[in-house]
């Protein structure tokens, strides 16, 4: 296990070196000169322009930037914004708790919408199974912005039963706000988990032991639950890791569709002023997102199967 | 008359309508006495399994059964789905091939003994007491460190121990066991019919023993019934069958065990297996049978008795085997 645990954390360590040199790395390579990026296109006296060639280390060669950037970035100092002339680090924790509710809230939906159709269309084959086929192919294929624009027109144009613009104040008023653009971040990866949950039920539900199980008079509920489900929870378990990922992500187009301001939002409004610091801050949460969800479900993996156990176990 | 612990009288199973639609078992009919041991013999394909299985009411699926299926009088067939769960944890039990992918991998093995027990309504704590005396009596040391171990922390051998102590857990009148030796090595499989037979004998059980080898079923067993493409083609006790098989592929699946006491090499049954729905009309065996006579590919044995056999074939009274 500690052996695990060491061989794991030192993948994680590369990966963000790597991914972290990318991040950087691309925001340079990107055409254009940084300063007159930073300057917003005014024309500005050659002493401006040296002052924030100094104050962004332009000047300096791009591996003592990139080092200069990494010890910052580990002792919690994102730079300034060029934009917004404010800390990226206070920029975005102001920014994060909306992300972070809808994102809560995109993954509920996703979960009991996806697990639910997923198992419903693993257990009555037939007409169920089919139209869940269906509607979750629809879901997969259809673009958050799309979705977007879609809830906005018949539930806050037509209906008006929600608000398709802002925040809200309080929290009942903030998931209420957040609802349309939950449901929005939600859909396509809804159809991703009932896909993946019917598969690896259907896949579970063929095994002998189920068989065996319902010899034995095991409820059929039972059955379902403790040797079906239960036993289908791993693939389930390595999707629902990436989709946490994903929906970061995807925040950027439903927080610009809903007017949300988060940090979706704050992505693509610093890509669009080419705003380098937020966007290379924003970039690397994505990265560490995804490989601290990757290594949870590492983690959980072996509490689901016991044969993936990485303490030893011999035969009796 | 008093009933019989089982009682199986002229079984058809077919899968029903599409493409797949094909006759399985063909008027199967055997019983099984209260404490007796019964083998049921055939080759692959022959609808052992079928028949064993449909004892517990688990009928291939889209499958149609006629005839009837008594357990204690009351018929499987026409039974309620409540009847039929509590008939499955109570009355009869079956030991499958395979315990690896009989028992679920990622529970523990407590969870296997003791499921039954629990969806009876028996508490935990009584439960998991009474799986830790099981798995006593099926000679795993260390009980209760077994009951938290996962599968894969058994050998087969072991695993098939506790897929029994799981199967005894209700404390069944019968048990069915569909072959639960050809999944184990050749060692392991003595000390598992060891243990089968102990335990069928101590508890007074009866048993539908399943297998393939003439030889092992006719050692352990009461009596035997040779299924041949979804047929009983003969009954007999075991120890006459021994003797004088009277059906030629009952010679043939003698002939085809290997004896130590002759030099002679198993020559085996020549020819392949068919199933029900290849089989040809007259006698099934007929493409097979040393014996057949051009009248053997026109009329469809009947089952009879000769000298306290049962023999489904037209020459049984002229052939004498020995
Ligand atoms: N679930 C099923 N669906 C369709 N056909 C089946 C099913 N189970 C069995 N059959 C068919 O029924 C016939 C008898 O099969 P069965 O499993 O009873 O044979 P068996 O005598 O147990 O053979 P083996 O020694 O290989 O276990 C075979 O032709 C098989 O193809
Ligand atoms: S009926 Fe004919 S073919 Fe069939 S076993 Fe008897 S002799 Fe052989
Ligand atoms: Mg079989």
């Known amino acids: 296990m500690a052996g695990f645990l060491l061989r794991r954390i030192g993948g994680i360590a590369v990966t963000l070196v790597v991914t972290s040199f990318l991040v950087f790395g691309s925001v340079h390579l990107a055409p254009g000169d940084p300063a007159s990026f930073l300057l917003g296109g005014r024309s500005a006296s050659p002493a401006a322009v040296a002052a924030i060639k100094e104050q962004y280390h332009l000047n300096d060669p791009f591996l003592v930037q990139y080092t200069k950037w990494v010890g910052g970035v580990v002792t919690g100092d994102f730079g300034k914004s060029a934009t917004f002339r404010q800390d990226v680090g206070g920029l975005i924790a102001a920014r994060l708790p909306t992300t972070l ?185 994505v990265v560490v997102t995804f490989v601290v969800a990757n290594l949870i479900v590492d983690l959980v993996q072996p509490l689901i199967d016991p044969r993936l156990s990485h303490a030893k176990g011999g035969t009796r | 008359m008093t009933t019989r612990l089982l009682e199986i009288e002229n079984l058809n199973v077919r899968l029903a309508a599409g493409r797949a639609a094909r006759p399985i078992l063909d008027g199967v009919s055997l019983h099984v006495e209260r404490g007796e041991a019964v083998g049921l013999v055939g080759e692959s394909g022959s609808g052992k399994s079928v028949t064993c299985r449909s004892v517990l009411g688990l009928l291939p699926e889209g499958s149609q059964a006629a005839g009837s299926l008594r357990v204690d009088g009351e018929d499987i067939l026409t039974m309620s789905s409540n009847r039929l769960r509590e008939l499955r944890r109570r009355d009869v039990s079956m030991i499958f091939q395979d315990p690896r992918a009989s028992i679920n991998p990622i529970r523990r093995i407590g969870d296997f003994v003791t499921e039954g027990m629990r969806a009876g309504g028996v508490p935990q704590k009584d439960a998991l007491k009474r799986a830790e005396e099981l798995l006593e009596s099926v000679g795993i040391r260390e009980p209760r ?88 083609v003969e009954a007999q006790s075991a120890e006459r069958l021994f003797r004088r098989p009277r059906h030629p592929y009952t010679s043939g699946l003698l002939a085809a065990t290997p004896r130590l006491e002759s030099d002679q090499p198993p020559h085996g049954v020549p020819g392949r297996p068919v199933s029900l729905a290849e089989a040809p009309d007259g006698c099934a065996f007929a493409a097979r049978c040393a014996h057949a006579r051009p009248g053997c590919t026109e009329d469809e044995p009947v089952q009879r008795e000769i000298d306290g056999a049962q023999v489904a074939c037209l020459r049984a009274e002229e052939l004498i085997h020995d």
């Open chain 2, 145 to 232: 460190a077994a009951l938290r171990s996962y599968p894969h922390e058994f050998s087969g051998g072991m695993l098939q121990r506790v897929m029994i102590a799981g199967a005894l857990a209700g404390g069944p009148r019968l048990l069915l066991a569909d072959e639960p030796t050809t999944a184990l090595d050749v060692t392991t499989q003595a000390e598992v019919i060891s243990i089968i037979t102990r335990l069928q004998a101590e508890r007074d059980m009866g048993m539908l023993f399943v297998t393939h080898d003439l030889e092992l079923a006719a050692a352990i067993c009461d009596r035997i019934y040779v299924m041949y493409a979804g047929r009983i």
């Open chain 1, 101 to 285: 509710l809808l994102i809560g809230y995109a993954g509920v939906l996703i979960l009991i919408g996806g697990l639910a159709s997923g198992a419903l269309a693993a257990l009555r084959r037939g007409v169920v199974d089919r139209a869940v086929l269906v509607g979750t192919g629809v879901a997969t294929a259809t673009p958050s912005f799309v979705a977007a624009i879609g809830l906005i027109s018949v539930f806050a144009v037509r209906l008006g039963w929600f608000p398709a613009f802002g925040n809200g104040e309080g929290f009942g008023d903030r998931i209420y706000h957040l609802t349309l653009p939950a449901a929005a971040l939600a859909l396509t990866f809804v159809g991703l988990l009932a896909r993946v949950t019917r598969t690896s039920m259907l896949e579970e539900l063929g095994r002998e032991h189920v068989e065996v199980a319902r010899s034995r008079g095991v409820p059929g509920s039972d059955v379902v639950r403790r040797h079906v489900l239960r036993n289908a929870l791993g693939p389930i378990t390595t999707v629902t890791g990436t989709i946490v990922a994903g929906l970061l992500v995807a925040t950027s187009i439903v927080e610009t569709a809903f007017g949300l301001s988060g940090v979706g939002q704050l992505l693509v409004s610093s890509v669009t002023v080419k705003d380098f610091p937020v966007v290379q801050a924003v970039s690397l949460l």
